[in-house]
């Protein structure tokens, strides 16, 4: 069965500081790793990952994933107020098209 | 270009009812999966479908089922409902379902009473 773990939990934080969220997973014919932020309903894509090593960066967020290591972090630089959410990761493999396993989700609070 | 939209957005129900629930994906979108989304599990798989056909179906009884019709536009039904059917459900639209990026409506939020 395919299985996603986030850690930490949750995480708390000021305005300005630098944050690494993790992610690690165990899924048979990896295809894909995902990352969404959700913040009151529906989880607004992020990321999708392929391939190992390759950084993917939109702004102040980057991410990058590990093949060989069964893992993906999201970086937050210079936080602000409104990365206030929770994170989820999700990955899909397998012959489970369409379907996404998803982490618990980290729940970033950014205080001002 | 639109995105996900799920209607209605709120819904509330008495235990034993039926309920549907509706999803239309981004244009060009064949894929739409469906996922239960509760404090205690988080985001659970309900099914997915890919032009009409049912391609995956997640640990769920049978009282939950979904169709989709030729516009790719999806329909969930939750039959008998239960107390802990409560919960937000949100479907997912992609490409083709396997590879690519999976978009998220706004969810319906179902309460059963």
């Given at each position: 069965e395919d299985k996603v773990v986030q850690s930490p939990l949750s995480l708390v934080v000021h305005e300005g500081d630098t944050v690494t969220l993790n992610c690690s997973y165990e899924v048979t014919n990896f295809r894909s790793l995902l990352w969404y932020k959700q913040e009151k309903k529906a989880p607004t894509f992020l990321f999708m990952l392929t391939s190992s090593g390759i950084e993917k960066k939109s702004g102040r967020l980057s991410s990058i994933l590990d093949k060989k290591e069964l893992f993906s972090i999201l970086n937050i630089t210079a936080t602000q107020t409104g990365d206030s959410a929770v994170y989820l990761c999700a990955v899909e493999g397998g012959t489970s098209y369409g379907k996404l396993t998803f982490g618990q989700g980290t729940i970033l609070t950014v205080h001002p | 270009k639109a995105g996900v939209t799920q209607t209605p957005r709120y819904l509330i129900k008495t235990r034993g009812q039926q309920v549907t629930l509706s999803c239309s994906p981004i244009s060009g979108h064949r894929s739409v999966s469906w996922y239960q989304q509760t404090p205690g599990q988080g985001l659970q798989f309900l099914f997915e479908y890919f032009s009409e056909t049912q391609r995956n179906k997640g640990?769920?009884?049978?009282r939950f089922s979904g169709r989709q019709f030729s516009n790719s536009r999806s329909e969930m039904n939750v039959s008998t409902l239960e107390l802990g059917d409560s919960a937000l459900y949100l479907c997912a639209s992609s490409y083709r379902g396997g590879n690519t990026e999976a978009f998220f409506g706004q969810g319906t939020r179902l309460t059963v009473v």
């Open positions: - | 640990n769920f009884p049978g």
